[in-house]
């Protein structure tokens, strides 16, 4: 039992280029979000999924795509990088909305040039 | 909107001292409300919770209690270890989706 895997671990882009991070869950959980994480900032939410074919905005979502194709994965899309979007981004998951607590990935590192 | 203010840090104390790490929060709805904890290089894990008014959560001597009416949810310990160094996030969670909104984060680092 894994929990919640995030890859890659770490990335370098120039500005322009794009990239996609997975997030994958072995859980069973229906709801899955992205957050980035930035200094002094705490996590803000980027984009959720309620669950599989699903996807909503968060706090902060330009700049970014997501697709939940199959239910123990969420992808998050960087069209064309931009260096406002170096952060540390989390994958996160949850089971339900009664069962609330969220469970975190790793985290993939992005920086920006 | 749903908001959440954390103590600033970085906070440092010597092993054994007590801890306090303040926490209010505002909220529209009847939210859930947590304590995540990041240890170096790694994700965020769950501290401890509270549900409802007047719920006190409590994990590894932490302990936190859910104050509707200061909507307050403090982080205590009564000795900190050394290996309780970590970031400490508080946060809320409401919406449909039971988004977490987060504090901003207070770093602690316990001295030997």
């Known amino acids: 039992n894994a929990g919640v895997t995030q890859t890659p671990k770490f990335r370098v882009l120039k500005t322009g280029q794009s990239m996609t991070l997975l997030c994958a869950q072995d859980?069973?959980?229906?709801?899955m979000y992205w957050y980035r994480q930035d200094p002094g900032m705490g996590l803000r939410l980027i984009h959720y999924?309620?669950?599989?074919?699903?996807?909503a905005k968060g706090e902060v979502p330009d700049g970014y795509n997501v697709s939940r194709l199959k239910k123990q994965n969420f992808l998050l899309g960087l069209e064309s990088a931009a260096p406002s979007q170096t952060s540390v981004y989390f994958c996160?998951?949850?089971?339900?909305?009664?069962?609330?607590?969220?469970?975190f990935g790793p985290g993939t590192r992005l920086l920006v040039l | 909107g749903d908001s959440v203010t954390q103590m600033e840090g970085p906070v440092t104390l010597s092993e054994e001292a007590f801890l306090t790490i303040n926490c209010t929060y505002t909220?529209?709805?009847?939210?859930?409300l947590f304590w995540y904890v990041q240890y170096p290089g790694e994700g965020l894990q769950l501290l401890l919770k509270?549900?409802?008014?007047?719920d006190k959560g409590s994990n590894k001597g932490f302990e936190a209690t859910y104050r509707k009416e200061t909507t307050s949810f403090h982080l205590e310990k009564g000795s900190v270890q050394v290996s309780d160094s970590a970031v400490y996030f508080c946060?809320?969670?409401?919406?449909?989706?039971?988004?977490?909104?987060f504090g901003s984060g207070t770093q602690l680092t316990v001295l030997p």
């Open positions: 946060a809320l969670s409401d919406g449909s989706a039971r988004q977490l909104t």
């Open positions: 909220a529209t709805g009847y939210p859930s």
């Open positions: 999924s309620v669950g599989e074919g699903t996807t």
């Open positions: 509270a549900t409802k008014a007047d």
């Open positions: 859980m069973n959980h229906e709801y």
């Open positions: 996160a998951s949850s089971y339900s909305v009664t069962k609330e607590t969220q469970y």
